[in-house]
């Protein structure tokens, strides 16, 4: 059975950045594609990136296309996500989630196995 763990969330000033990681155990990661989605307090969960099992493709929001990057370390059976220029709008808790999938579908009802969040605050 796969689980997944994040961390690296935090506190961080506008314009500042943080690296999330997700940390497979149980099973390789290379064999699922991994998505990053949100939810902010109000609002509805939504897809941020995801990443295809080979590494090979990559999805990115509107919203964070050009701020953020998705990567995946096969040696230490992560992903990770890097957060640059931060905005108070990213405010939200962030999950990764798995699938056995080749491809990387930003839709959250894709996915079956889910970590408990890690909360990002993007405030001065």
């Known amino acids: 059975q796969l689980q997944l763990v994040e961390s690296g969330g935090g506190l961080v000033q506008p314009g500042g950045s943080l690296r999330l990681s997700c940390a497979g155990s149980?099973?390789?990661?290379?064999?699922?594609?991994i998505g990053w989605f949100r939810r902010a307090p109000g609002k509805e969960r939504e897809g941020v990136s995801c990443?295809?099992?080979?590494?090979?493709?990559?999805n990115y929001a509107d919203s964070v296309k050009g701020r953020f990057t998705i990567s995946r370390d096969k040696a230490k059976n992560a992903v990770y996500l890097q957060m640059n220029s931060l905005k108070p709008g990213d405010t939200a808790v962030y999950y990764c989630?798995?699938?056995?999938?080749?491809?990387?579908?930003?839709?959250?009802?894709?996915?079956?196995?889910w970590g408990q969040g890690t909360p990002v605050t993007v405030s001065s």
């Open positions: 990443i295809s099992s080979n590494g090979g493709s990559t």
């Open positions: 149980g099973l390789a990661l290379d064999y699922f594609a």
């Open positions: 989630a798995a699938e056995p999938l080749a491809a990387c579908p930003l839709s959250s009802h894709e996915y079956d196995y």
